[in-house]
């Protein structure tokens, strides 16, 4: 089972599998930076680190009350935290969740379709 690809900008990144070893997971793959309080965020586009970026656990999430924040988390499912805490973040919530069938099953080639769904 393969669980890790080589970015060309972002690097090795390592996913998680599902239970089901159908599926691949990438959590809190970088997309998006905050430079400041109140201002326009900036594309990501450096490396995640040099060596491989460890993206199996959630990336922290935007500061919300709790009744949206609780939304959230019913969207994703059974969702196992650290600590027990769900960690919030005004400067690094900007991280995307990719999942994708299981990388043995798709061609260097062949594309896959990508769906992005936004809740504002």
């Known amino acids: 089972?393969?669980?890790q690809i080589e970015h060309p900008i972002l690097g090795r990144i390592r996913g998680l599998p599902s239970q089901s070893q159908k599926t691949v997971q990438f959590r809190n793959i970088k997309f998006a930076k905050i430079p400041g309080r109140w201002?326009?965020?900036i594309l990501f586009s450096e490396r995640l680190g040099d060596d491989e970026f460890d993206a199996t656990r959630f990336g922290p999430c935007c500061p919300q009350k709790a009744e949206g924040l609780n939304f959230d988390l019913g969207l994703i499912g059974d969702v196992k935290l650290e600590h027990d805490e769900i960690l919030q973040s005004e400067f690094?919530?900007?991280?995307?969740?990719?999942?994708?069938?299981?990388?043995?099953n798709v061609t260097k080639n062949g594309g896959?379709?990508?769906?992005?769904?936004?809740?504002?």
């Open 92 to 104: 690094e919530c900007l991280n995307l969740v990719v999942t994708v069938p299981q990388l043995d």
């Open 112 to 120: 896959l379709p990508v769906m992005v769904w936004c809740v504002i």
């Open 39 to 41: 201002q326009d965020p």
């Open 1 to 3: 089972m393969i669980t």
